[in-house]
C-alpha cells in the first residue's frame, strides 16, 4: 500500500477507514499465519461491511489535487458482496482505474497467495487461476514468506501460469526462496511431463503447511533421467541458476540448442544476479557447442552468462557493445579484466566523443577516472541515468563524475544529488551539510543513492536534514542506509509509543534495545514480539526469563521467526527458557515426547539440548528428527561442544536404523544437511563407492570442517581422486573449497590454463567478512591469504604474462635473476593481492604504471615497511618531493602515505573531511595518527571544542591521535551525537580512559549504563577500571560490543567474579583472548565455558546437577500454550474455502 501512496494515487475511502498498517500486521498472530494472509481475511471482510450505501454521500479527498476518481470507481460495495468467489471479486477490481486496482490488489494479494498454496488448479479453470495468480503478485513482489508452502501438485497448464509470475518476480526474491521455487517447480515437472518424483533426500517439505491425504506417492525418477528438456528449460526460466551443476550436466545437447533459438533462452538470463560462476561457465560452454562459430552467432542473447565470455578471443567493435551492454549484474572479479579489453576495443575505434558513452553501456565503469571528464556534461547525466542505481564506480570515477556535473558549486540542488545515483560517493561531505530535507527525504531517489554514501557523508546529510525537521519526522521518513547513522539521542527525541513504529525498518542493535526499552519496558509479551521485526535485536535476556511457563512456547516461536536477527546468547536464554518450562511439563521431556510435540520445538533452539538428552531422544521421533537436522543451521552452536557430535551420532542412528553405513544412499546421506560435514572420515569410509562419491563434494559446501578430520579427509580425497595437482578442471571446480583446508596443498597446485579462473572463482564465493573477525570458538572462516598469494603467483608466471611464449623464453622469465616487472593490467586485477609484490619488483614498476595504479596500490592496507619504502621513493619518483602534492594526490596514494616520515607528513595538505577518510583505513602507527591530526588541525582552523559529530565521524582513527587534554574537550552535545562513532575506535588506554571518563560525565556512573548505551559506546569500554567494569549490571553484559571485550586490560577482566563472567553471553565469551584468559582462575575459567555452554566440571560443585536437557543452567518456567495461529488455522481455512 506504501507502494500505492508513493505512485501518487489517492488513498480510497474505504481504505481509509483502517489504519493501512493494522491491514498488514494483525497483534496475536504468528508470523506463518500471518505471512500467509488469513489474517487479513477478517479484516477485509469488515472492510466490506463498513462500506456506505450505493446512495450515500461520497467523501472526496484530494490530497495533491491533481488526481480525483469518479463516484462510480467506488460505488463496488454491493457488487462485491455478491461475488461468490474471490476470483469474481478480483475480476471487478481489474475493472477499476489504476489508483483503486493498486489498493484493492494490496488488500487481496496475501489472501490470494493462500488460495494458491492450497489448490492445485483442479478447481479453478484456468482463467480464475490467472486473476488469483494476476492478485497475487504484489505479495511475492514485495513480502514474499520465508517459506513459500507452495502446492504439493499442481496441473500442467496452471504451472505454465504460475511460472510465469514467478519468473517475473525472480529478482525479488531471497536466494533461500529462489530455492525453494526451484525445488518445487522441478518435482512439478517430473510429476507432469514424467510421471515421477524427482525430489532429492535434501529437499525438505514446507513446514507449517496444511497436510493433505495422498493415496500413493509417485515412484522415483531413475537418476539417468534427462529431465531437462525444451520445456521444462522454458518452464525452469531463470530458476535455471539455481540448479546444481549435476542438473546443466544432464541437458541433452539437442535440447539446449533448441532452447537457444526460443526467445525463452534471453529472458531465462538476463538482468540475474549472483549466477554460480561454476554454473555460468557450464552454460556458456554447453550454449559455445552449438555453433561453430562457438558464442559468436548469440552474443547478444547472453544476457548475465556474458560475465563469464573471459577467455574468448578478441571482438569486433559491434560485437564488444553487444557483450558490453549484458555485463551490469555481473559480481565475478575476473569480468573487471573482461570490461577492460572490451573498453579498449571501443576507444580505439572510431567512434570519438560523446557517442562512446552510449556505446559502451555499462562498460562506462571500466573506463578510467582522468577518462571521464572528457565528456559533456549533458552525455554524462544521460549515462548515468540509463546505467541507474545498480552502476558500480570506483571513488576515483564518482569523484570524476561529481567534480564534472557540479563545477565547483558550493551548494548542490535535490535533483543534481539525486541525478548522481551511485556516483554521489564523489560529492564532498561539506557540499552534503547544506542539502535541505524539504523534497529529498522520504523520496525513493533518497532511498536510492544513500545506499552508494560512505559514513561521512550519511552523517553529513543527516546534519543538513536536522536544521529542517524534527526527529520524528527524520526517523519516519529516513530511508534503511540512512536509519542505522542516527543516534540514541535522535531517537530519544523521537516520539515512539507503539510496537507499529518498530516494523519495517533495519535497526542497529544498539537502536533496538534503546525502542524496546522505551515503549516495552521490562517485560514482553509474544505477542508483541510477532511485530519487532529488527528490533527483536534489542530483546535482552532478562525479558526472556521473565516470560511466563504459558507463554513460553510462544515466546520461543515468536522469537525464532527471524533466526538471522538473534545473538547466541538470546538463543541460549530463549533454549534455557523453554526447556524449564517443558521439563515441568513432564519429567524427562525429551526422553519420551512425541513428534508433534519435537515438531514445536524450533530447530535453532533444538540444537542446543545437552548431549545426554540429544543420545536419549526415542527412535519414535526419528523421522522429524531428521528433517529437522536437514534444515539446521549450526552456527550457533560452539565448535567444541559435544552437542554438535551427539546431534550427529543420532542423525546417524536414525538414518542406519539398524543397517550398516554402506547400505545407506546418497539421498539419505545428503539428507544430513550441515550434520554431514561433522561426519569423521573414518566413517564416510564406510559407505558404498557411488555414495561416496556424491558425498565428498556435498563437502565443498561445507562452512566448517572439525580441524581433527581434516588431515584425514585430506587423505581420503587423494584415494579418491589423486594427487590435487592432477585433478581434472571439472574434479577441481568441485572440490575446490576442501583444498583450503590445507596450505601446502594450495601453493602445489601447478599451472594449468583455467586454475585462474577456477580460483578467482573459489574466492569470489567466499562470504565476505562484515565488521571484525567473530571468535574463532564459532568463527569458520578459513585463512584466505594462501589462495589469494596463489592467485597472484598465477596471474603473474610466466605462462600467464606470455601464453604464446615459447618454453626457452619462459624459462628465462622465470629465472631467481630475472626481475618481474609489475604491468598496469596485472594491478588492476590483482586488488588486494598486491601485497604480495616484492620490494624489488615494486621498484622495478615503470613510473607511468605508478601514476596509473596509484588508487589501487593505495588501496592495500597491508604492506610490509620495506614495501612502503620502496612505494615511497617511487611517489617521489613520479610526482617530486612528498611536501609538493597536492589533496588529490593524497587522496590516491591512500595507505602509502604510511611509508612517509612524521616530516613530509605533517607537510602534506589535508583539509578535507573526505581525505582523511580516504586515509583512515591505513594501518597507521599512534605517532602517525597524533602527526595526520597535527596536519588537518593546523590547516582547518578549528579547536577541538568546535569539532561537530560530522568532523568527529571524519576523522574517524585520527581522533586517537588527540592529546589527554583535547579529548575532554569534546563539546558534550556532539559527543552523544557521535558516540557511536567514538566507540569503534581502538586507541591507546590512555585515550580510552580519557573517553570514558568523559562518557561517566554525560551519561553517568556505569552501574546505571543501560544495554543500549553499553553497546554504543563500544571499545570505551575498555577505558572502565575494575570496580566499574563490576558495577555493571549483569543484563548488559551480553550487549558489550566483541571488539570491546578483547581490548579490557587481562588484570581488570581478572578481577570480575565468576558469576559476571557467565553472564557475558556465548558471543562476548567466545572473544576473551588468550591473553585475558590466562589470567583467570580455574572457577572463573568455568563460568566462561558454562557461558558457552560447554562443560566445566566444578570441584566445589555442591548442588544438584541441573535438569539434563538445559543448555545452561536451570529456567523457571511451564510449557506454555501454543501459538494462538496453531488453534486457529483450522477455522481460517474453512473460512477461506467458504470465500473460493
Known amino acids: 500500500m506504501m507502494q500505492c501512496l508513493g505512485m501518487g494515487y489517492q488513498v480510497p475511502p474505504m481504505v481509509m477507514m483502517y489504519n493501512v498498517h493494522q491491514l498488514t500486521n494483525t497483534s496475536g498472530v504468528p508470523a506463518g499465519d500471518k505471512m500467509s494472509g488469513l489474517s487479513s481475511l477478517p479484516i477485509f471482510l469488515s472492510l466490506l461491511s463498513s462500506l456506505p450505501p450505493p446512495d450515500s454521500g461520497r467523501l472526496h479527498i484530494q490530497p495533491n489535487k491533481t488526481m480525483e476518481y469518479p463516484d462510480q470507481e467506488w460505488n463496488m460495495t454491493e457488487k462485491m458482496w455478491n461475488c461468490s468467489s474471490l476470483p469474481g471479486l478480483i475480476k471487478l477490481m481489474k475493472n477499476s482505474s489504476d489508483g483503486p486496482v493498486c489498493f484493492f490488489r494490496a488488500l487481496v494479494a496475501p489472501l490470494s497467495w493462500t488460495a494458491l498454496t492450497m489448490t492445485n488448479g483442479s478447481n479453478l479453470d484456468l482463467e480464475d487461476y490467472g486473476r488469483l495468480v494476476w492478485a497475487a503478485w504484489p505479495f511475492l513482489q514485495n513480502m514474499a514468506p520465508l517459506q513459500m508452502g507452495l502446492p504439493a501438485s499442481i496441473q500442467r497448464p496452471h504451472l505454465q501460469v504460475m511460472m510465469k509470475m514467478m519468473r517475473n518476480v525472480f529478482g525479488s526474491l531471497t536466494e533461500g526462496q529462489q530455492d525453494q521455487i526451484k525445488e518445487w517447480v522441478r518435482e512439478q515437472i517430473g510429476l507432469n511431463y514424467f510421471n515421477c518424483s524427482l525430489a532429492d533426500g535434501s529437499h525438505k517439505p514446507d513446514q507449517g503447511k496444511p497436510k493433505t491425504h495422498v493415496s500413493s506417492s509417485p515412484p522415483r525418477c531413475s537418476k539417468e533421467l534427462q529431465w531437462l528438456k525444451v520445456e521444462g528449460l522454458k518452464t525452469m526460466g531463470p530458476f535455471l541458476t539455481r540448479l546444481s551443476l549435476d542438473d546443466i550436466k544432464t541437458i541433452p545437447k539437442d535440447q539446449i540448442c533448441n532452447f537457444l533459438t526460443t526467445p525463452d533462452f534471453s529472458s531465462s538470463f538476463r538482468g540475474v544476479a549472483r549466477i554460480n560462476s561454476r554454473l555460468g561457465r557450464k552454460f556458456l560452454e554447453m550454449v559455445k557447442d552449438c555453433s561453430k562459430e562457438g ?183 529516513v530511508p534503511a542506509a540512512l536509519l542505522s547513522s542516527l543516534s540514541l539521542s535522535t531517537l530519544d527525541q523521537a516520539n515512539f509509543t507503539s510496537f507499529d513504529q518498530l516494523d519495517g525498518k533495519t535497526w542497529t542493535r544498539a537502536q533496538a534495545a534503546f525502542l524496546v526499552k522505551k515503549i516495552i519496558g521490562k517485560t514482553i509479551k509474544p505477542a508483541a514480539m510477532w511485530k519487532l521485526g529488527w528490533a527483536m535485536q534489542g530483546v535482552a535476556c532478562d525479558m526472556i526469563n521473565q516470560t ?24 541460549c536464554c530463549a533454549a534455557r527458557r523453554l526447556f524449564g518450562s517443558l521439563e515441568k511439563v513432564r519429567a524427562g521431556y525429551f526422553r519420551n515426547l512425541t513428534e508433534d510435540e519435537l515438531n514445536l520445538v524450533p530447530t535453532i533452539l533444538l540444537l542446543h539440548l545437552q548431549a545426554p538428552v540429544i543420545k536419549g531422544l526415542p527412535a519414535s521421533v526419528c523421522s522429524a528428527f531428521l528433517v529437522k537436522m536437514g534444515q539446521a543451521n549450526l552456527s550457533s552452536v560452539p565448535l567444541r561442544s559435544p552437542s554438535r557430535q551427539a546431534l550427529t551420532s543420532r542423525a546417524l542412528s536414525c538414518l542406519l536404523n539398524g543397517r550398516n553405513m554402506s547400505e545407506l544412499s546418497s539421498d539419505e546421506v545428503l539428507s544430513l544437511g550441515s550434520l554431514l560435514c561433522e561426519v569423521s572420515p573414518s566413517q564416510l569410509t564406510l559407505l558404498s563407492q557411488s555414495t561416496l562419491n556424491s558425498s565428498l563434494p556435498a563437502l565443498a559446501s561445507c562452512s566448517h570442517i572439525p580441524p581433527l578430520h581434516r588431515t584425514a579427509l585430506l587423505q581420503l580425497l587423494n584415494h579418491t581422486y589423486g594427487a590435487p595437482s592432477n585433478w581434472s578442471a571439472d574434479t577441481t571446480v568441485a572440490l575446490a573449497p576442501l583444498l583450503l583446508l590445507d596450505d601446502s596443498t594450495v601453493r602445489s597446485l601447478r599451472y594449468r590454463s583455467w586454475l585462474k579462473a577456477t580460483l578467482s572463482d573459489l574466492l569470489d564465493s567466499m562470504p565476505a567478512q562484515q565488521g571484525p573477525p567473530g571468535p574463532s570458538e564459532y568463527s569458520s572462516a578459513l585463512d584466505l591469504s594462501t589462495l589469494r598469494w596463489k592467485l597472484f603467483s598465477l596471474c603473474t608466471s610466466p605462462e600467464a604474462v606470455s601464453p604464446t611464449a615459447t618454453p626457452a623464453r619462459r624459462r628465462r622469465a622465470a629465472s631467481p635473476l630475472a626481475v618481474l616487472v609489475p604491468l598496469a593490467a596485472q594491478i588492476e586485477d590483482l586488488g588486494p593481492a598486491n601485497v604480495y609484490w616484492s620490494p624489488d619488483q615494486l621498484s622495478a614498476m615503470s613510473n607511468d604504471t605508478f601514476i596509473t595504479t596509484a588508487d589501487t596500490l593505495g588501496a592495500v592496507t597491508t604492506y610490509s615497511s620495506n614495501q612502503l619504502s620502496v612505494l615511497r621513493q617511487k611517489v617521489i619518483e613520479a610526482w617530486g618531493p612528498v611536501a609538493n602534492l597536492n589533496e588529490s594526490q593524497v587522496v590516491h596514494l591512500a595507505c602509502i602515505c604510511q611509508g612517509f616520515n612524521l616530516t613530509e607528513l605533517s607537510s602534506l595538505p589535508i583539509s578535507s573531511l573526505d581525505t582523511l577518510e580516504a586515509l583512515a583505513p591505513c594501518s597507521w602507527t599512534q605517532t602517525q595518527r597524533e602527526m595526520v591530526w597535527k596536519c588537518y588541525l593546523g590547516r582547518c582552523g578549528m579547536t577541538v571544542g568546535q569539532l561537530t559529530a560530522v568532523e568527529i565521524v571524519g576523522l574517524n582513527q585520527f581522533v586517537c591521535g588527540f592529546s589527554t587534554n583535547e579529548t575532554t574537550q569534546i563539546n558534550a552535545d556532539v559527543f552523544r551525537e557521535a558516540v557511536g562513532s567514538l566507540g569503534n575506535l581502538e586507541c591507546p588506554l590512555m585515550r580510552t580512559e580519557k573517553l570514558k571518563e568523559r562518557a561517566v560525565a554525560l551519561f553517568g556512573a556505569p552501574s546505571s549504563w543501560s544495554q543500549a548505551q553499553v553497546n554504543t559506546l563500544g571499545n570505551i569500554i575498555a577505558g572502565l577500571t575494575s570496580a566499574e567494569l563490576n558495577s555493571l549490571s549483569s543484563s548488559v ?104
Open 295 to 477: 558464442l559468436i552467432p548469440n552474443v547478444d542473447r547472453l544476457g548475465s552468462l556474458a560475465c563469464f565470455y573471459g577467455d574468448a578471443p578478441t571482438l569486433n567493435s559491434s560485437l564488444s557493445r553487444k557483450l558490453l551492454s549484458q555485463l551490469s549484474n555481473c559480481s565475478n572479479s575476473d569480468v573487471k579484466e573482461l570490461k577492460k579489453r572490451l573498453v579498449n576495443m571501443l576507444m580505439t575505434s572510431p567512434s570519438p566523443g560523446d557517442s562512446l558513452l552510449s556505446e559502451l553501456g555499462p562498460g562506462v565503469t571500466a573506463l578510467p577516472s582522468s577518462f571521464l571528464a572528457q565528456f559533456s556534461i549533458s552525455a554524462l547525466q544521460d549515462t548515468l541515468a540509463s546505467l541507474g542505481p545498480k552502476a558500480k564506480w570506483s571513488v576515483s570515477q564518482a569523484k570524476a563524475l561529481a567534480s564534472k556535473l557540479l563545477q565547483g558549486k558550493e551548494s548542490v540542488t535535490n535533483l543534481e544529488l539525486v541525478s548522481l545515483g551511485p556516483a554521489v560517493r564523489g560529492v564532498a561531505s561539506r557540499l552534503l551539510r547544506k542539502v535541505k530535507a524539504l523534497g529529498l527525504l522520504g523520496s525513493e531517489g533518497l532511498q536510492s543513492m544513500s545506499q552508494s554514501m560512505t559514513k561521512l557523508q550519511k552523517t553529513a546529510l543527516l546534519e543538513g536534514f536536522r536544521k529542517d525537521t524534527n526527529a520524528s519526522e527524520l526517523v519516519r521518513k
Open 548 to 571: 511466563t511457563d504459558s507463554d513460553a512456547m510462544d515466546m520461543a516461536i515468536a522469537l525464532t521467526d527471524n533466526p538471522q536477527l538473534l545473538t547466541r546468547a538470546q538463543v
Open 1037 to 1140: 553484559l551480553p550487549f558489550l560490543s566483541r571488539t570491546g571485550i578483547t581490548l579490557i586490560p587481562p588484570d581488570r577482566l581478572a578481577a570480575l567474579p565468576s558469576s559476571q563472567l557467565e553472564a557475558l553471553g556465548p558471543d562476548n565469551a567466545a572473544m576473551v583472548t588468550d591473553a585475558q584468559r590466562a589470567m583467570l582462575g580455574v572457577e572463573q575459567k568455568a563460568a566462561l565455558d558454562n557461558a558457552l555452554g560447554l562443560p566445566a566440571p566444578r570441584a566445589i560443585s555442591t548442588t544438584p546437577n541441573p535438569p539434563v536437557n538445559l543448555p545452561q543452567q536451570s529456567g523457571a518456567s511451564t510449557l506454555g500454550t501454543l501459538g494462538l495461529g496453531v488453534y486457529l488455522q483450522p477455522c481460517l481455512v474453512l473460512l477461506l474455502l467458504l470465500v473460493l
